[in-house]
């Protein structure tokens, strides 16, 4: 959940419009930092009121975007406020993060994908692969004999059992047989 809602900082933009002081604001509406309210004000001016929604899904950002954001900062010796307002990234922190990962790790930690790496399909597919001995295929081919028979007596029985149900000579379950 975000911490203000989009009809707060709304409110905090129009208030903001008529002229009260972004200190004033930010105490009326509880909002700890008054300088989040400029943030919104020019991300409502470039975005609409679309830029105040917080976003349903958490948006992904590739290595290169990474990389692009960080370079035109850098060329532009711009903030990160400006950086996140023209590439439309929500959060001033994450950008800050970005560039905290680049300075320590280079390169290579923008690429690095968070999360739980992906099972490796390779190992279980080889090991399907691997020739069979003749006792194995005449054991595995036994075996699927033996489970098709069963399967074959299985509906054999199913199907007794709904005749004998439909003649009404099945007794049904709970009833004493005696009286």
């Given at each position: 959940?975000?911490?203000?809602?989009?009809?707060?900082?709304?409110?905090?933009?129009?208030?903001?419009?008529?002229?009260?002081?972004?200190?004033?604001?930010?105490?009326?509406?509880?909002?700890?930092?008054?300088?989040?309210?400029?943030?919104?004000?020019?991300?409502?001016?470039?975005?609409?009121?679309?830029?105040?929604?917080?976003?349903?899904?958490?948006?992904?950002?590739?290595?290169?975007?990474?990389l692009k954001v960080l370079n035109w900062r850098k060329q532009h010796n711009t903030s990160y406020q400006t950086a996140a307002l023209h590439f439309k990234v929500n959060n001033?922190?994450?950008?800050?993060?970005?560039?905290?990962?680049?300075?320590?790790?280079?390169?290579?930690?923008?690429?690095?994908?968070?999360?739980?790496?992906?099972?490796?399909?390779?190992?279980?597919?080889?090991?399907?692969?691997?020739?069979?001995?003749?006792?194995?295929?005449?054991?595995?081919?036994?075996?699927?004999?033996?489970?098709?028979?069963?399967?074959?007596?299985?509906?054999?029985?199913?199907?007794?059992?709904?005749?004998?149900?439909?003649?009404?000579?099945?007794?049904?379950?709970?009833?004493?047989?005696?009286?």
């Amino acid at each position: 959940m975000t911490k203000y809602q989009a009809n707060t900082k709304l409110r905090a933009i129009k208030l903001y419009q008529k002229g009260v002081d972004l200190n004033q604001i930010s105490k009326e509406l509880n909002i700890t930092n008054a300088n989040e309210i400029d943030h919104w004000l020019k991300r409502y001016q470039q975005q609409g009121l679309s830029g105040l929604k917080a976003k349903q899904t958490k948006t992904k950002y590739g290595g290169k975007f990474k990389l692009k954001v960080l370079n035109w900062r850098k060329q532009h010796n711009t903030s990160y406020q400006t950086a996140a307002l023209h590439f439309k990234v929500n959060n001033i922190g994450t950008i800050a993060n970005w560039q905290k990962k680049f300075d320590i790790s280079g390169v290579k930690a923008l690429f690095v994908k968070q999360g739980r790496p992906a099972m490796k399909q390779g190992k279980a597919k080889e090991g399907n692969k691997q020739p069979r001995s003749p006792s194995e295929l005449s054991e595995l081919e036994a075996l699927r004999l033996e489970n098709r028979a069963l399967r074959v007596e299985n509906e054999y029985l199913k199907e007794l059992k709904a005749l004998v149900q439909k003649r009404g000579h099945l007794p049904k379950k709970g009833k004493s047989s005696k009286n």
